[in-house]
């Protein structure tokens, strides 16, 4: 019984995250704004929603911090490992365009890069320095992560105006128009039910972990995890679709960097102790792990060859897959 509540509430999170994904996309269009800042925060957070609620739940509701920070770190794993299978299976023309990421995408990937360090550091220190009850490196994720914004900001906003200032006129202008009812009825509803089917996919988990013997950290790192990526899975098969490997890239390390971010709001919430002073041992190596698939993808995008694997398959997307599962298995191991 409890899989098929698992089951049912991911099924939830899949149909009302691409709901959600669209209305957010739709906002944007209605309202004028960037497609760059805006799109970062609109569909980075509506795609975050179902880890943020069910990380937040976890650590409130149910008092499993493993699987709350498991969800996190195997997350941003199950979104690096996403691209790198989808890569796999659909990228097959506009070779060339492949590994080019971006401006933009190389600055969130190098912030994505800082705040896992943040994070991974948190761990290493297991809770050693402290205030009140929060770890003092949440608040260096979250300063990490409003900094990182206003930088990307900023540096949006000056292509934005280098690009096309007549066209920044006109979606200032845009921004004024009003939203219909039934794009806000759309965006309240698919959220609720986020809101909903996520405290489910945690409670569930949990209960899961219990019966199966497979411990929170594990069930955290992958069950939950790629439960609430399923919203990514939308987005980024919806651009690789496309042939955007760059625009593809972009949505899984902006949504990574606020799944961190997260981490920071459920330590607050953690109130018996620092969130990361609980964590498992094996949480620090799932956490290197997306730091590592991080970089890889980040040097595939600026110095990666084309070289292929029987001519077909690209080498670093197979290393990427190849890491992934690694990791599941080493985190099943460690249980």
């Known amino acids: 019984m409890i899989w098929i509540i698992f089951l049912l509430a991911a099924l939830a999170v899949l149909i009302s995250g691409h709901k959600l994904t669209k209305a957010g996309d739709k906002l944007a269009e209605v309202t004028g704004m960037s497609r760059g800042f805006i799109g970062v925060i609109v569909l980075g957070f509506v795609t975050s929603l179902p880890e943020m609620v069910s990380t937040l739940s976890a650590a409130l509701l149910v008092d499993a911090p493993n ?4 969800n996190i770190f195997g997350s941003n794993a199950a979104n690096l490992a996403i691209l790198a299978l989808l890569d796999l299976l659909l990228i097959q023309k506009v070779q060339s365009e492949r590994h080019l990421l971006n401006s933009e995408n190389q600055l969130t990937a190098y912030l994505s890069l800082i705040i896992i360090s943040l994070a991974l550091m948190g761990l290493a220190s297991h809770g050693f320095w402290q205030i009140l009850h929060i770890d003092i490196f949440s608040f260096f994720i979250a300063a990490a992560y409003i900094i990182g914004l206003q930088k990307l900001h900023k540096f949006q906003a ?9 066209q920044n006129q006109h979606e200032a202008e845009s921004a004024r128009k009003t939203i219909p009812t039934e794009l806000k009825r759309s965006l309240l509803i698919n959220a609720g039910v986020i809101v909903a089917a996520s405290m489910a996919l945690a409670s569930s988990a949990e209960h899961i972990a219990t019966v199966t013997g497979w411990g929170s950290t594990f069930v955290g790192n992958s069950l939950l995890a790629v439960a609430t990526s399923l919203p990514e899975i939308v987005v980024t098969f919806s651009a690789v679709k496309l042939g955007s490997f760059a625009m593809a890239a972009g949505n899984i390390f902006g949504s990574n960097i606020f799944n961190i971010a997260i981490l920071a709001l459920a330590d607050l919430f953690f109130f018996r102790s620092s969130i990361f002073a609980a964590a498992s041992k094996s949480q620090s190596l799932i956490a290197a792990i997306g730091l590592l698939m991080s970089g890889l993808y980040l040097f595939a995008g600026r110095y990666g060859s084309q070289r292929k694997l029987a001519g077909r398959w690209p080498l670093d997307s197979l290393m990427v897959v ?9 985190l099943f191991a460690m249980r």
């Open 322 to 330: 190849g890491i992934y599962f690694f990791s599941l298995y080493a």
């Open 158 to 166: 000056a292509t934005a105006r280098n690009d096309n200032f007549n």
């Open 67 to 70: 699987l709350a920070l498991g």
